[in-house]
């Protein structure tokens, strides 16, 4: 299969993942069953029809409001399908680009986890051990299989050093600095760790580099327009989640660009 082709195809099932991924981050913070009931409108619990279901067509179709009575619904539900579209996409353009077709389905997972978890925590500051503990022996499992595909057990085992590493190091940081760092970015750490580390060590330093960048430049930007002081807590499970994917989609590149820079100097 070519990589456009792919691409393709991983965006338009990503649109629908993202459907199920708005599900989800709206059921699992408050405790609630991904099964039963049936799509619901929040504000008149009435049901959902099928083709209000639609990813990203039926928002557009109901102009942002329930069908029943006429209640908005938030533009996340559409940014949240466009997004988990677009981000399947390129993770699968560049996987087959590199011949790693094998773990595209270990990293559209790994996708899903960070999108569903980045909107939880900047929403209610938590990262639900629903969804951080199933997340590592789910892309593990798949990262297995995409190792004997490709004949490449290597890579595995770099992985599960790279999730002890990465969770050793947020471990240490949360119990020398608890109120810097919390637990919930400790469990999902290894995930991240592992699905960087199978790429790359390149990848694990770009990926948790990034992360620690993108929440810093973040708290400062809230220090200066929010007017937040340095002791405000912070969600910084969306950038951590963030890096990672960059360091996913880039950071081998990064690294290998940044090596070649320090030999020529």
Known sequence: MSPQLAA???GLLGLAFGSFANLVIHRVPRGESLVRPASRCPACQAPVAWRDNLPVLGWLLLRGRCR???????????????GMGLLWALLALRLVQAGLGWAVPAYLALAFVCVVLAVIDASTRLLPNRITYPAFPIVLGLLLVASVGLGDLGRLGRGLLAAVAVGGLFLALALVSPGGMG????KLAPTLGLALGWLSWGAVAFGVFAGFLLGGLAGLA?????????????????????GALLGVLAGADVAAWYARSLIGS
């Open 183 to 186: 637990l919930g970015d400790v």
């Open 8 to 10: 393709l195809l991983a």
């Open 222 to 242: 809230a220090i200066a327009v929010l007017g937040l002081t340095r002791k405000s807590l912070l969600p910084f499970g969306p950038w951590l989640v963030a």
């Open 68 to 82: 029943a009575c006429r209640a908005p619904i938030g533009a996340r539900y559409l940014l949240v399908e466009l």
